[in-house]
Structure formats: structure tokens, C-alpha cells
């Protein structure tokens, strides 16, 4: 496992714009896929995006959101502009070894902590 650090999340008006990071302890990260997840409150946990050499967006995102990460700096990022109310969630950064996408919680087995993104109308 890995440990997870996310940061940049706070308060911004619908149609602005984000970034969050999340930083990874160890050597090895660049064999790990590497995926954001969010929760709103009284929701389930969602996919949002994953990176591996290739990305994936949930539909809902998809256009406005863009996940990259820079393996030399063990922090994976998501830039997140357009934003909107029903964006509004605690974004969770995920680990799981291997390069295979993945995008259900349960294949991922290191998590963040957690950071509060809230979008007003």
C-alpha cells in the first residue's frame, strides 16, 4: 500500500475551476494505478477519473475534469473547471498496483484522507 495526501479542495462558485493533487509516499509509484473518487453527502462513493498510461472519466465529468500525474513527483492531479453544484463532495485520491484501469472502489486498496470540494450556486 501506499499513503495518500490530497490537498487543494475548497469553496468556488459554479462555473469555476479547481485543482486538486494528491501526494504518494514510496518508490514505486509509477506502477500504480492511480484513480479520484467522490462522496456527497448522504451518497454513495463515486468514480470520477483513473490514470494509468491511459485515463477514464465518468460520464458525468467527462469534458470538464482532467486527471494527470507526474510520476517523478509521486503526485497525481485533477483539474477540475466548469464546475458545478452537484459537484459538490469530499474528493478521495486511490491507489492499486498495477496499470490496469480500474474504476469501481472495491479494486482499490490504499485511500487519502479525503478533502471537502464545495461548489455554490
Known amino acids: 500500500q501506499v499513503q495518500l495526501v490530497e490537498s487543494g479542495g475548497g469553496l468556488v462558485q459554479a462555473g469555476g475551476s479547481l485543482s486538486l493533487s494528491c501526494a504518494a509516499s514510496?518508490?514505486?509509484?509509477?506502477?500504480?494505478?492511480m484513480a479520484w473518487f467522490r462522496q456527497g453527502q448522504g451518497k454513495e462513493r463515486e468514480f470520477v477519473a483513473a490514470?494509468?498510461?491511459?485515463?477514464s472519466y465518468s460520464h458525468s465529468v467527462k469534458g470538464r475534469f482532467t486527471i494527470s500525474r507526474d510520476n517523478a513527483k509521486n503526485t497525481v492531479y485533477l483539474q477540475m473547471n466548469s464546475l458545478k453544484p452537484e459537484d459538490t463532495a469530499v474528493y478521495y485520491c486511490?491507489?492499486?498496483?498495477?496499470?490496469?484501469?480500474?474504476?469501481?472502489?472495491?479494486?482499490?486498496?490504499?485511500w487519502g484522507q479525503g478533502t471537502q470540494v464545495t461548489v455554490s450556486s
Open positions: 490514470i494509468t498510461w491511459f485515463t
Open positions: 486511490a491507489a492499486r498496483k498495477g496499470l490496469d484501469i480500474a474504476t469501481r472502489a472495491g479494486d482499490f486498496d490504499s
Open positions: 514510496g518508490r514505486t509509484f509509477s506502477t500504480y494505478a
